[in-house]
């Protein structure tokens, strides 16, 4: 009998480190199989279809569901979305954390919440899952129907100098499409 190891998945994530700190990330998020759903390349512009307007929808929804999260340039392409995602330390305001002494608040008006700072996982699988959720919807099919791939990427930007040639990269991806890694004529 031979020593058999469970086989480990790899992970894209950076061993060790606490996805949830303060920080810019710049995000990939593909389409499942990489379909083309999200509009089309024309003339060097990403024209959105109705679909590609839901997903624009949702990501636009991320800070007003994470507070301590901002959101930086963002391109929605026929097959992915490009985004930087930023976790702050308060967010807009900041919420403080309710005061434990239940006693003294009863009948009173109800304390908001504290506010942790989310993983950047945690915010994906949101932006996805609603916007899966919609596209569903749309579709009138009332089955779930996978719209992206089970992981993403990103890269942790770690200075103010890898921020102008990310945004610059995002910005120009529509530009880039007849080049780009994920068209499907590349392939």
Request: glycine share 8%.
């Amino acid at each position: 009998m031979t020593n058999m190891k469970p086989r480990r998945k790899n992970s894209l994530r950076l061993q060790g480190y606490d996805y949830s700190s303060i920080g810019a990330y710049f995000v990939t998020i593909v389409t499942w199989q990489r379909e083309m759903l999200f509009g089309e390349i024309v003339d060097g512009e990403m024209v959105l279809n109705e679909m590609g307007k839901i997903v624009q929808k949702w990501w636009l929804e991320i800070p007003k569901h994470f507070p301590t999260v901002e959101l930086e340039i963002f391109q929605i392409m026929p097959n992915h979305v490009h985004g930087i995602i930023i976790v702050t330390a308060d967010g807009r305001g900041g919420v403080s954390p309710p005061n434990d002494d239940f006693q003294d608040n009863q009948g009173k008006e109800t304390l908001p919440l504290h506010r942790v700072k989310p993983k950047l996982g945690q915010i994906i699988a949101y932006f996805k899952y609603q916007s899966t959720k919609e596209l569903n919807a749309l579709d009138g099919l009332g089955e779930i129907t996978k719209f992206w791939q089970r992981n993403y990427h990103d890269r942790i930007i770690r200075n103010e100098r890898e921020m102008p040639r990310i945004w610059d990269y995002i910005e120009s991806n529509p530009t880039r499409w007849g080049d780009d890694d994920e068209n499907p004529r590349n392939w």
